[in-house]
């Protein structure tokens, strides 16, 4: 084994109950987040985005 794999080499059974909900939570907001971008910037959803672009500033 190289040095370059020994040093990324997970040992998974000594992991404890913290490490895996680190893990788990990572990987969920890394999911969450590519969701989050591919919903916002798809170019079919310009038109739409660019209409509420100020509704917040909008006095209703």
Known sequence: MSKI???FSTDWAS???HDWAGLIVT????????V????AL?????KELEEQK????DDD
Do not use: E
């Open 5 to 7: 794999q020994q040093y």
């Open 15 to 17: 992991m404890t109950g």
């Open 27 to 34: 990987v969920l907001v890394f999911v969450g987040l590519a």
């Open 36 to 39: 989050a971008f591919w919903w």
């Open 42 to 46: 798809r170019p079919s959803k310009r």
């Open 54 to 57: 100020y509704k917040v500033l």
